[in-house]
């Protein structure tokens, strides 16, 4: 009986072994932004996901990504960047290759002349809440950074005004992270300290 | 004529645009490409040895910008030195509370952030959960979206010949804009039920299916826009008080808008012709016919312009509509996303069942993310959804036009007069629900 379980045992190691390794590959990408994307930055994870190219970039690269971008392959504007708190999923889309942290920085780029899209998506720890600013490559990531970092605390290095945007500026919490409550009023008494 | 095509794809230049060339606008843009910086942090004092310059706020309470925008204005004399945006004053959590509502109840909340163009927030949200749930929508249900998201088309951009008209002292335009904004409201009212907020583009379709008569209507409501337009050409366009006040005043190049992520009228102005509609078609923008309107002053003029004509483009498209609307269901008929008719409600304990599922708990959509844009009134608007396998999102997030569009707003003001400020905010179109969400 023992070695029966052993084997077993081993035969279920074996499997998930394959299986981790099926997993972890990262899917060759079909898209020839997203293969430049990968080439230029080893680590890259490409993904397809509903149609639409997406790249894992690791956030150390964040800013680089943008410059090689626009400058090499003509990505003129980028229309967008959000962030994604991930606490409290109860199901998380896994990408192969990527190492899922709570929150993601997103930017979607749109190329004019080439008329194609893409997106990039980098993972952020939350111990260590900092992304390289987008606004050295594109200035019209102001506000959005701003945005990104009043709702989530998110902080982008070299932004030359990251402040909140939306709260007032003395809010205290980020309110779009999951553990923040922002409906929950806290009962003042008189002569109370303020919870602010 | 899927509605869930994928924009990302290039697809061929079939565009055809229209370049407005009138003699009386010279070329006003010859910066050439300057290098934009962005600079920010708390603003200090006014040296007074320096100079005499002083801090102005405009807004949140001026009546000139459009709700609660504020704009910080440096002074030297009547010159605006710096000018930079402050918003957040309308600010309401949407995107939280996106968060807790179910996908049956999310085009309710999406709807009011571009209050005057709220169809397009519909749209855009649909679009992107049928994405995530890969269905395509019929037809006569994308045929049903494009028309209506026309149709606010005009109806925002006459609200901007009011407001615009009423900024610049042209006050007969607050009426005359209103008169025809209203009809159209009008007509979007006997379809859908409400004025504004339609809620009426949910996943799946649309709530109902057009009304008996409503090419009548239509053709009516276009007839009127029609005129109405063609008024306004004449009180305006050509009036000699109107084109000192907004000639040359408040221009950005193509550099700078593509720098500063604006889209929309303020990117086409500047003799980019760019528009989501022709560039990345979804729903049946392919089988219509209609031109991309651009100019290439990139100044207050040539917004108003644009905006003007784009009215006559999209009573073009919806004049097409009225004519190639094609039969069929007006919503997919999956029993898992669109609730069933009310009759068989009466007669089916799994139609019972469904309805009550769907206005409880919602669908359920697998995980995912996704980005989807299509051109509103103002530029892109985008929503990236990202869904956790419940019946709620993890995470909505709509790419507010007029967010990015206030940007552009300080290099247009900067080294112009203050008069010249009320020009530019009312040329950049903002509305406040949308960038403070």
Same mark, same amino acid.
């Given at each position: 009986?023992?070695?029966?379980?052993?084997?077993?045992?081993?035969?279920?190691?074996?499997?998930?072994?394959?299986?981790?390794?099926?997993?972890?590959?990262?899917?060759?990408?079909?898209?020839?932004?997203?293969?430049?994307?990968?080439?230029?930055?080893?680590?890259?994870?490409?993904?397809?996901?509903?149609g639409?190219?997406?790249?894992?970039?690791?956030?150390?690269?964040?800013?680089?990504?943008?410059?090689?971008?626009?400058?090499?392959?003509?990505?003129?504007?980028?229309?967008?960047?959000?962030?994604?708190?991930?606490?409290?999923?109860?199901?998380?889309?896994?990408?192969?290759?990527?190492?899922?942290?709570?929150?993601?920085?997103?930017?979607?780029l749109?190329?004019?002349?080439?008329n194609?899209?893409?997106?990039?998506i980098?993972?952020?720890?939350?111990?260590?809440?900092?992304?390289?600013?987008?606004?050295?490559?594109?200035?019209?990531?102001?506000?959005?950074?701003?945005?990104?970092?009043?709702?989530?605390?998110?902080?982008?290095?070299?932004?030359?005004?990251?402040?909140?945007?939306?709260m007032?500026?003395?809010?205290?919490?980020?309110?779009?992270?999951?553990?923040?409550?922002?409906?929950?009023?806290?009962?003042?008494?008189?002569?109370?300290?303020?919870?602010? | 004529?899927?509605?869930?095509?994928?924009?990302?794809?290039?697809?061929?230049?079939?565009?055809?645009?229209?370049?407005?060339?009138?003699?009386?606008?010279?070329?006003l843009?010859?910066?050439?490409?300057?290098?934009?910086?962005?600079?920010?942090?708390?603003?200090?004092?006014?040296?007074?040895?320096?100079?005499?310059?002083?801090?102005?706020?405009?807004?949140?309470?001026?009546p000139?910008?459009?709700?609660?925008?504020?704009?910080?204005?440096?002074l030297d004399?009547?010159?605006v030195?710096?000018?930079?945006?402050?918003?957040?004053y309308l600010?309401?959590?949407?995107?939280?509370?996106?968060?807790?509502?179910?996908?049956?109840?999310?085009?309710?909340?999406?709807?009011?952030?571009?209050?005057?163009?709220?169809?397009?927030?519909?749209?855009?949200?649909s679009?992107?959960?049928?994405?995530l749930?890969?269905?395509d929508?019929?037809?006569?249900?994308?045929?049903?979206?494009?028309?209506?998201?026309?149709?606010?088309?005009?109806?925002?951009?006459?609200?901007?010949?009011?407001?615009?008209?009423?900024?610049?002292?042209?006050?007969?335009?607050?009426?005359?804009?209103?008169?025809? *904004?209203?009809?159209? @409201?009008?007509? $979007? #009212?006997?379809?859908?039920?409400? %004025?504004?907020?339609?809620?009426?583009?949910? =996943? +799946?379709?649309v709530a109902?299916?057009?009304?008996?008569?409503?090419?009548d209507?239509?053709?009516?409501?276009?007839?009127?826009?029609?005129?109405?337009?063609?008024?306004?050409?004449?009180?305006?366009?050509?009036?000699?008080?109107?084109?000192?006040?907004?000639?040359?005043?408040?221009?950005?190049?193509?550099?700078?808008?593509?720098?500063?992520?604006a889209?929309?009228?303020?990117?086409?102005?500047?003799?980019?012709?760019?528009?989501?509609?022709?560039?990345?078609?979804?729903?049946?923008?392919?089988?219509?016919?209609?031109?991309?309107?651009?100019?290439?002053?990139?100044?207050?003029?040539?917004?108003? *312009?644009?905006?003007? @004509?784009?009215? $006559? #483009?999209?009573?073009?498209?919806? %004049?097409?509509?009225?004519?190639?609307?094609? =039969? +069929?269901?007006?919503?997919?008929?999956?029993?898992?996303?669109?609730?069933?008719p009310?009759?068989?409600?009466?007669?089916?304990?799994?139609?019972?069942?469904?309805?009550?599922?769907?206005?409880?708990?919602?669908f359920?959509?697998?995980?995912?993310?996704?980005?989807?844009?299509i051109?509103?009134?103002?530029?892109?608007?985008?929503?990236?959804?990202?869904?956790?396998?419940?019946?709620?999102?993890?995470?909505?997030?709509?790419?507010?036009?007029?967010?990015?569009?206030l940007?552009?707003?300080?290099?247009?003001?900067?080294?112009?007069?203050?008069?010249?400020?009320?020009?530019?905010?009312?040329?950049?179109?903002?509305?406040?629900?949308?960038?403070?969400?």
């Amino acid at each position: 009986m023992p070695d029966d379980d052993a084997r077993e045992d081993g035969h279920k190691n074996g499997d998930a072994d394959v299986e981790d390794k099926e997993k972890s590959a990262p899917t060759p990408p079909d898209d020839d932004v997203a293969a430049a994307v990968v080439e230029r930055f080893p680590g890259t994870v490409f993904h397809r996901s509903h149609g639409q190219p997406v790249v894992y970039v690791d956030r150390a690269v964040w800013a680089e990504m943008g410059e090689f971008l626009r400058d090499e392959q003509q990505f003129t504007q980028c229309m967008d960047v959000t962030a994604v708190d991930h606490l409290v999923d109860a199901e998380r889309l896994s990408v192969p290759g990527v190492d899922p942290e709570r929150f993601e920085v997103v930017a979607n780029l749109l190329s004019h002349p080439r008329n194609r899209r893409i997106r990039a998506i980098c993972e952020v720890p939350p111990g260590d809440a900092s992304v390289p600013s987008l606004t050295g490559t594109y200035p019209g990531m102001n506000f959005a950074e701003r945005e990104v970092y009043d709702m989530f605390g998110i902080s982008f290095t070299d932004h030359p005004d990251l402040a909140r945007i939306l709260m007032p500026d003395d809010w205290a919490g980020y309110p779009l992270r999951k553990d923040d409550a922002p409906g929950r009023v806290p009962v003042t008494f008189k002569e109370d300290p303020s919870p602010r | 004529m899927s509605d869930t095509r994928d924009p990302s794809e290039g697809t061929d230049a079939r565009t055809k645009h229209v370049f407005i060339s009138d003699p009386a606008l010279t070329r006003l843009t010859d910066e050439g490409s300057q290098e934009l910086v962005v600079t920010g942090g708390p603003w200090p004092e006014p040296d007074e040895a320096e100079g005499d310059t002083m801090i102005i706020n405009m807004g949140p309470q001026h009546p000139s910008t459009h709700g609660v925008l504020r704009v910080m204005l440096e002074l030297d004399a009547e010159t605006v030195v710096r000018a930079k945006p402050v918003i957040g004053y309308l600010h309401t959590g949407m995107e939280k509370t996106g968060e807790e509502l179910t996908y049956v109840q999310g085009a309710t909340n999406v709807t009011r952030m571009d209050y005057a163009s709220p169809l397009a927030n519909e749209l855009v949200f649909s679009m992107a959960v049928e994405r995530l749930l890969d269905i395509d929508v019929p037809a006569r249900a994308s045929w049903i979206r494009m028309y209506l998201v026309e149709l606010n088309r005009m109806a925002s951009h006459l609200l901007f010949q009011a407001t615009n008209g009423l900024d610049m002292g042209a006050l007969s335009m607050i009426v005359y804009g209103w008169r025809e *904004r209203e009809e159209t @409201l009008r007509l $979007l #009212e006997t379809i859908t039920g409400l %004025r504004m907020n339609n809620n009426f583009i949910r =996943p +799946g379709g649309v709530a109902a299916d057009l009304p008996d008569g409503w090419q009548d209507d239509t053709i009516a409501v276009c007839e009127t826009v029609e005129k109405g337009v063609r008024e306004y050409d004449e009180l305006l366009t050509n009036n000699p008080i109107w084109r000192e006040r907004l000639q040359g005043v408040g221009v950005i190049t193509t550099e700078q808008a593509l720098a500063l992520s604006a889209s929309g009228p303020i990117l086409r102005s500047t003799g980019f012709p760019w528009d989501l509609r022709k560039a990345q078609p979804v729903l049946a923008y392919d089988e219509v016919d209609f031109d991309v309107i651009y100019t290439e002053n990139g100044d207050c003029f040539d917004r108003y *312009r644009i905006r003007l @004509l784009e009215i $006559l #483009e999209s009573v073009k498209i919806v %004049r097409q509509c009225v004519e190639k609307m094609p =039969p +069929g269901d007006y919503r997919v008929q999956d029993r898992k996303v669109t609730p069933p008719p009310r009759a068989r409600i009466d007669e089916s304990m799994e139609a019972l069942i469904h309805h009550f599922k769907l206005f409880t708990e919602g669908f359920k959509v697998p995980a995912g993310e996704t980005y989807v844009a299509i051109e509103s009134p103002r530029g892109e608007i985008g929503c990236y959804l990202v869904a956790d396998g419940t019946g709620k999102p993890c995470r909505l997030h709509i790419r507010g036009p007029s967010f990015y569009n206030l940007q552009s707003m300080t290099p247009m003001m900067e080294e112009r007069l203050i008069a010249d400020a009320v020009a530019v905010i009312s040329s950049v179109d903002p509305i406040m629900g949308e960038v403070d969400r």
